[in-house]
């Protein structure tokens, strides 16, 4: 149905594990050339390696996204690996929670830092690899949070995931004649490491509000970012993809039936 993507070259930030690394898995099983990056080297070497026994082709990049330098070496490094950049896949993310009465600068700095600046330093960086590809694309990892929902606690979260929808719907304008396409998954909650770190009971509270009565899984998110990235894609642009068994429908529990 889709036109081949083998051999196309993608860079996935925060592609050493959750969501990432199912990204990363979900282009590497198409045939295409990945590079991610994280700041833990170990891991990133350890998920690269995993994922390259698997049978993917898949190396590790050390960077850390709110660094605009280590974004554009990032960028480098997968430009030489892999002779440029076709995809870009802005997941790098934090979920700290820190509620407004306790927050300080510093945390709303890291949050904005890494989510929402941290998505335009990488784009910045890999506008000429994109350009050059003549069908670039970028997908960013936003999350139902802030554009659509909202939780106490994740105020600066949410403000950075619904800042990432701001900055793809002007970036799709100012790329719409270099044929890049940039684009927004929003996730709803999906089985990841970062997510097993809010506790088991966050987890019940949360399959418990999603209609489908389970957590999504990485490859669910891969799949979306996949179809994105096809050349049958290619008129989409400053679109969102809601990925969320439904959880952002019902009005009430009452609502789900
Ligand atoms: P995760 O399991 O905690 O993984 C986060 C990834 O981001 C890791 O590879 C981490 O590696 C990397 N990272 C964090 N800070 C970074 C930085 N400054 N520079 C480079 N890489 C960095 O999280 P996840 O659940 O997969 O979430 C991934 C993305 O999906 C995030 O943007 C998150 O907001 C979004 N999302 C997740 C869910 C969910 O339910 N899981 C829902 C909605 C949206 P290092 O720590 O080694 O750098």
């Not at 026994?53 to 850390?64: I, L, T």
């Not at 009465?101 to 784009?123: C, F, H, R």
């Not at 900055?167 to 997510?195: D, Q, V, Y």
């Amino acid at each position: 149905m889709f036109t081949s993507i083998s051999g196309r070259s993608v860079l996935v930030t925060g592609g050493t594990k959750g969501i990432g690394k199912g990204l990363a898995a979900g282009f590497a099983a198409e045939g295409a050339q990945v590079v991610i990056t994280g700041r833990d080297a170990g891991l990133g070497e350890r998920t690269a390696a995993e994922l390259t026994a698997a049978g993917g082709q898949v190396s590790y990049a050390a960077g850390d996204v709110s660094d605009p330098e280590s974004c554009a070496a990032v960028v480098a490094t997968a430009r030489e690996r892999h002779g440029g950049i076709d995809v870009v896949c802005c997941n790098a993310g934090v979920f700290p929670a820190a509620p407004l009465t306790e927050m300080t600068p510093a945390q709303l700095d890291d949050v904005l830092s890494v989510n929402l600046k941290g998505t335009i330093y990488v784009v910045q960086a890999a506008l000429p690899a994109l350009t050059a590809s003549g069908r670039g694309r970028v997908i960013v990892t936003s999350s139902i949070t802030g554009p659509v929902t909202g939780f106490a606690g994740w105020t600066a979260y949410g403000a950075s995931k619904a800042g990432q929808l701001g900055f793809i719907r002007s970036a799709a304008l100012e790329f719409a004649r270099s044929g890049i396409t940039i684009n927004a998954i929003l996730p709803g909650n999906i089985a990841t490491e970062g997510l097993d770190s809010m506790g088991p009971d966050y987890l019940r509270s949360m399959e418990a509000a999603i209609p489908m009565r389970h957590l999504g899984s990485v490859a669910d998110i891969a799949n979306a970012a996949l179809f994105f990235a096809s050349d049958e894609a290619a008129y989409i642009t400053g679109q969102t993809l809601v990925v969320d068994g439904g959880q952002i429908i019902p009005e009430s529990l009452e609502a789900m039936g």
